[in-house]
């Protein structure tokens, strides 16, 4: 589905070649795996660039920008909006709070509950790496021209709509209504 040294025209040719006449839908698989390959490319380029500076991965950055947009959070809440699971938020927020950029709390009514915000240093942090960042989001898109680029987040927004409104209908169709099965590492199992 996604090649990464190869251009994305050559891998949809490459795939029209193989399955032939197959029933497939191949600009819906295109679209998808550029979508895929464009999030990666994105993700790469600011790793390498703006990020690796202040020494932050993508997820660390989204964490910071979370709390930083939205102020104090619980930590699930701070997961959701990231878009990552609470065992990766829990990892991340340590090593924020390490580098004293996060505090983290008991919340005030649920002690099982916990409360993300950003620290002083935290805050300085954001405020420095944000403009840099917002500069490669212009160096990213600059192919587009501003109507452009509305469209294009128009889209996509649309693509997320679909997925976070009927995404879990679907699911349960596919799978007859089971839950999936266990996420797996590719690894076969040991014995």
Request: hydrophobic letters at 40%; charged letters at 25%; one cysteine or more.
């Amino acid at each position: 589905m996604v090649s990464g040294h190869r251009s994305s025209g050559d891998t949809e040719k490459a795939v029209r070649a193989k399955l032939g006449d197959a029933p497939v839908r191949h600009e819906q698989m295109a679209a998808v795996a550029n979508i895929y390959r464009a999030a990666a490319a994105v993700r790469q380029h600011f790793e390498n660039s703006v990020l690796r500076g202040v020494e932050l991965t993508w997820t660390s950055f989204v964490v910071l920008w979370v709390v930083w947009i939205w102020g104090e959070m619980e930590t699930r809440r701070v997961a959701e909006e990231a878009g990552i699971s609470k065992g990766t938020l829990t990892g991340v927020a340590r090593t924020l709070q390490g580098r004293g950029l996060m505090a983290r709390s008991a919340h005030p009514t649920d002690g099982r509950l916990a409360l993300l915000a950003l620290t002083p240093e935290g805050e300085a942090l954001m405020t420095d790496v944000f403009p840099q960042f917002n500069a490669e989001e212009g160096f990213v898109t600059g192919p587009l021209n501003d109507d452009e680029v509305l469209r294009l987040a128009d889209l996509l927004r649309r693509i997320v709509v679909q997925v976070e409104t009927c995404g879990e209908e679907r699911r349960l169709e596919l799978l007859d209504g089971q839950d999936p099965h266990p996420r797996r590492s590719g690894r076969r199992p040991k014995g």
